[in-house]
């Protein structure tokens, strides 16, 4: 029996999100503002007389409760309105960027093949290579000769 209560409960969650509330799919573009993110919605519509589709996009500030990163694919629901702007609320996290995940990974390992590659410079090595930096810069300027062009109105000499 008390099986059977849980699977209402479940029942009754799905009815009430479906039944008044819209529910919108969408990509963060931006989480900068405490609490609040920028979410993209795009759609596909098609013109009436022509026929041609072509795709339609929309910004919205949403109620960030969860903690979603740049990135995220999130479902939202409209919400009363919490502030002039935000009236969506963030109800859980679809999916995650992939892309980002894979460059964290791609440049981990690219440090730890750099480092078993390039052996650490001690301190006297990069000391070493501070000054003969410094002598070949002073070496390789110029003496700067400030010469100033007298003209006249017309701009000749």
Same mark, same amino acid.
């Given at each position: 029996m008390a099986i059977k209560k849980?699977?209402?409960t479940v029942k009754k969650e799905v009815q009430e999100v479906n039944k008044g509330q819209q529910v919108v799919r969408g990509r963060v573009v931006a989480a900068k503002l405490p609490k609040?993110?920028?979410? @993209?919605?795009? #759609?596909?519509?098609?013109? &009436? @007389?022509?026929?041609? #589709?072509y795709k339609v996009s929309k910004k919205y500030l949403v109620q960030d409760d969860l903690g979603v990163t740049e990135g995220d694919l999130v479902e939202m629901v409209k919400v009363k309105p919490i502030s002039k702007n935000k009236h969506f609320a963030v109800r859980k996290v679809v999916g995650r960027d992939i892309e980002a995940i894979v460059t964290k990974e791609l440049k981990a390992e690219a440090a730890e093949?750099?480092?078993?590659?390039? &052996?650490?410079? #001690?301190e006297d090595q990069i000391k070493s290579d501070e000054i003969r930096k410094s002598e070949d810069e002073k070496i390789g300027e110029p003496e700067k000769e400030e010469t100033k062009k007298k003209t006249t109105k017309k701009g000749k000499k």
């Open positions: 849980k699977q209402n609040t993110v920028t979410v @993209l919605v795009e #759609s596909r519509k098609t013109h &009436p @007389l022509y026929g041609k #589709s093949n750099i480092a078993e590659v390039m &052996p650490e410079k #001690s």
